[in-house]
């Protein structure tokens, strides 16, 4: 059991909930968006993928930190203008398919696997700059191993047009279900927080809110 703390201190907690995808830079609390509008989606149906190198999830409580080599993300966002859900969160995408490959806590090997899918990905304020806040709400995912846990809440961040990057890097995400051999370093209740930077395909995909 010494061991295993040993591994796990000075990694960080991330895997339960590494969920979630693509992402936004936090928006302003006072923020609100009126309208929304998705262009450039070239594939058939809107389809979208993404792709994330080195992810992470991290216990803002313990520190303990889950690093993944990369993270994917799929799912739909058509073209058009979109109102539903203003002034709060206008959804501008789906997200149906989401993974994450060889996960792990000081080299200690963890699965992650998103549930209840699809999440949503929103417009949460105005674009500025070709940058637009938003947010990924009904994310949940499970983490397995050693230690067992669920991760759900909704994560936040920015997309921007022209590098066509989803910048996931705060939010509301809470550990529970915890069980197995976490040691005290993941519990019930703790915040945690995913960074990740999505790279979207197709790269002509542009989202203008207003």
Do not use: E
Not at 29 to 37: D, N, R
Not at 175 to 186: D, F, K, P, R, T
Request: aromatic share 4%; glycine share 12%; charged share 5%.
């Amino acid at each position: 059991m010494r061991k295993l703390t040993k591994a796990f201190t000075g990694t960080v907690t991330t895997g339960a909930a590494i969920v979630a995808v693509v992402g936004l830079a936090a928006a302003p609390a006072f923020a609100s968006v009126s309208s929304a509008k998705v262009s450039g989606s070239t594939n058939a149906g809107g389809a979208i993928s993404a792709t994330a190198s080195g992810p992470t999830l991290t216990d803002s409580k313990t520190k303990v930190k889950l690093t993944c080599t990369s993270a994917t993300a799929a799912g739909t966002a058509p073209n058009g203008t979109y109102t539903a859900g203003a002034p709060t969160a206008i959804q501008v995408a789906s997200l149906s398919t989401l993974g994450w490959n060889q996960c792990t806590i000081s080299g200690i090997s963890f699965t992650v696997k998103a549930n209840a899918t699809p999440w949503k990905l929103n417009a949460t304020g105005p674009t500025s700059g070709g940058v637009t806040p938003g947010s990924i709400t009904g994310v949940n995912a499970t983490l397995s191993g050693a230690c067992n846990a669920t991760v759900a809440g909704t994560v936040t961040g920015s997309y921007n047009n022209s590098t066509h990057t989803l910048a996931i890097n705060a939010g509301t995400l809470v550990v529970s279900g915890v069980s197995g051999l976490c040691l005290g370093l993941i519990n019930n209740g703790d915040a945690v927080v995913y960074n990740a930077n999505y790279v979207v395909t197709p790269a002509t995909l542009a989202v203008n809110a207003t």
